[in-house]
Nanobody, 129 residues
């Protein structure tokens, strides 16, 4: 049974930094891609960063480019999200997601939640002004 466990959320002032981790376990096949999504109260879940597991190529949405960095430690089976220059609008529950390599991830669908079969339980990030 695949498990994704996020950690590292917390509270920070605007302009500060936080790092999130997502530890993966229990899967037989490698993942094709992994991603970070976030959801604020009353808003839809949105993808913010993704990575192709094989190549390590990251992708970001415009709102976080230059501020967020995602990376993967394959040996530790852990996905990371480093968030710098945080803004109050970055406040949300952050989720880690993954898709099996049996289902290739299309670049056009990297930030679509239905592209991912496996999800973590989320970790809260709160940025105060």
């Amino acid at each position: 049974q695949v498990q994704l466990v996020e950690s590292g959320g917390g509270s920070v002032q605007a302009g500060g930094s936080l790092g999130l981790s997502c530890a993966a376990s229990g899967y037989t096949y490698d993942f094709y891609c992994m991603a970070w999504f976030r959801q604020a109260p009353g808003k839809e879940r949105e993808g913010v960063a993704a990575i192709y597991v094989g190549s390590g190529l990251p992708k970001y949405v415009d709102s976080v480019k230059g501020r967020f960095t995602t990376s993967l430690d394959s040996a530790k089976k852990t996905l990371y999200l480093q968030m710098n220059s945080l803004k109050p609008e970055d406040s949300a529950m952050y989720y880690c997601a993954a898709q099996s390599n049996l289902y290739p991830c299309r670049v056009s669908a990297l930030f679509v939640s239905t592209s991912y079969a496996y999800w973590g339980q989320g970790t809260q990030v709160t940025v105060s002004s």
